[in-house]
């Protein structure tokens, strides 16, 4: 293997945005609706804004750890150069969960889609039509990735502000609470705020993607300014598509009792406002989502692969190997695309609930890190500006992230016990019961620091 050859600086700030709200998938918000407005008692808008404003705290996080360390691996190179390789090792691998089922989460999903329009096609030709599609991409050229994602992420928001100005014209001819402007989806005099946290932590995980970006900070043409940038950025746009389209469906319908399965509430929201035409339009917009995610996650877990098969924590000459022509990784790529081939025996719940507690384990390592390097190694906590940014910021982080943690269902939890447990026999073989070194990582390594 060519040692000389690294990934290539190519993506400037907005293609790392695309890929982050790729990945977000801005249609998602009218999937969930159904649920998350019953949890709330009709106040989605509201606890769409308190999901938001937990998330900023662990994006600020992330941009912080992005301007120190530069380098893809996002929460599990963090972990490594502030706390230790073997804590790293564990949170790389709890994050694969996340970034390795989110690929195949989407395939499902596809599968889904178009089984319900062509169902006489078995549904293993959808799965496995989508997965060389993703790969194939994937391995060419992280800006074709860029590019590709970019489209169909700007077709989902045409189809929202499609879908926000038929909102309006219903909502004046009398449709749901009969207004355009209405404090209605944010405040009900009897609500119960309990409900409304409840439904936000359930929401907190539609910002998925955020944190992902992290993981292109080596492709990136200006990763101490770019990076932490598209984070904000991607969190602030995700929030305010999610706050406005909620507005508006929460005003069309302010309880859920128009729905049939309000589990599944986007065919029904996008039928109601729209009739038939628009629902195909509207149901293609949700379909390009699935794929976009699966696409830009795809990349993303590859990239993490990478790092952690370039400090040989996972067998280098399979996971550490870039292409020399195109510059990607491409036996990470190949194994993911071999991965999302089992989605056709694997169940949509478990493959959400898995997700779940990989993210979380990355959140709470990305605010504890920030602890770790800026106040600890650095002491940096003297001046009011630094306490707040390094000590404060990153502890509102976490404890916002235990609250998540609270929340976290059952199957969620034991799953993810499980798969780290995997880990646990892994790390104890190659470290020859944790005697040995991990792999070429150097804890100590001094990076210099961006004054922010």
């Known amino acids: 293997m060519n040692e000389n050859i690294v990934l290539k600086r190519s993506l400037g700030v907005w293609q790392i945005v695309m890929l982050g709200m790729g990945w977000m998938v801005p249609m998602i918000v009218f999937d969930t609706f159904g649920i998350a407005s019953e949890i709330s008692s009709g106040l989605v808008p509201l606890a769409y804004i308190i999901a938001l404003g937990a998330m900023l705290f662990t994006a600020f996080s992330y941009g912080k750890m992005a301007q120190a360390f530069p380098s893809a691996g996002s929460s599990y190179t963090y972990t490594q150069k502030t706390m230790s ?148 950025i991607t969190a602030l746009a995700g929030g305010l598509i999610f706050i406005v389209s909620s507005y508006f469906t929460q005003a069309l319908f302010p309880d859920i009792s128009t729905f049939k399965d309000p589990g599944a509430t986007a065919p029904e929201i996008s039928l109601y406002v729209g009739g038939k035409l628009f629902q195909l339009f509207f149901l293609s917009a949700s379909f390009a989502g699935s794929f976009t995610s699966g696409l830009v996650s795809h990349a993303s877990v590859s990239r993490l692969l990478y790092v952690m098969g370039r400090d040989n924590v996972l067998p280098k000459k399979l996971f550490g190997y870039l292409h020399p022509q195109w510059r990607t990784p491409v036996f990470n790529v190949l194994l993911v695309g071999a991965v999302c081939l089992t989605a056709a025996f694997f169940d949509l719940e478990m493959a959400a609930a898995l997700v779940n507690f990989g993210a979380l384990i990355a959140f709470t390592f990305v605010n504890l890190s920030v602890i770790a390097y800026y106040s600890i190694r650095l002491k940096r906590y003297k001046t009011p500006k630094d306490f707040l940014s390094y000590v404060i910021m990153p502890s509102i982080g976490a404890a916002l992230v235990a609250v998540l943690w609270f929340h976290l269902e059952l199957n969620s939890f034991v799953l993810g016990i499980g798969w780290v447990f995997i880990g646990f026999i892994y790390l104890a073989y190659q470290t020859k019961m944790f005697k040995g070194k991990l792999g070429n990582i150097e804890l100590n390594e001094e990076v210099e620091v961006q004054k922010v």
Do not use: R
């Not at 499902?108 to 989508?130: E, H, K, N, R």
């Not at 060389?132 to 169909?152: F, G, P, R």
């Not at 004046?172 to 404090?183: A, F, K, P, R, S």
């Open 85 to 232: 390789p073997y804590l790293a090792f564990f949170v790389g691998w709890a994050s694969l969960l996340d970034y390795l089922l989110i690929p195949m989460i989407s395939a499902l999903l596809i599968q889904i889609y178009c089984t319900a329009i062509f169902p006489d096609i078995p549904s293993w030709v959808w799965i496995a039509g989508y997965v060389i599609v993703a790969t194939v991409i994937n391995l060419w050229s992280i800006n074709i990735t860029a590019n590709v994602n970019s489209i169909l992420v700007v077709f989902q928001i045409v189809v929202i502000v499609c879908f926000v100005f038929l909102a309006v014209k219903e909502l004046n001819q009398g449709m749901g609470v009969g207004t355009t402007l209405t404090v209605q989806p944010f405040y009900q005099p009897d609500f119960h705020f309990s409900g409304v946290i409840a439904a936000a932590t359930v929401l907190c995980f539609s910002f998925l993607g955020f944190d992902a970006v992290t993981n292109y900070s080596e492709e990136a043409l200006n990763p101490t300014k770019d990076i932490p940038k598209a984070i904000m």
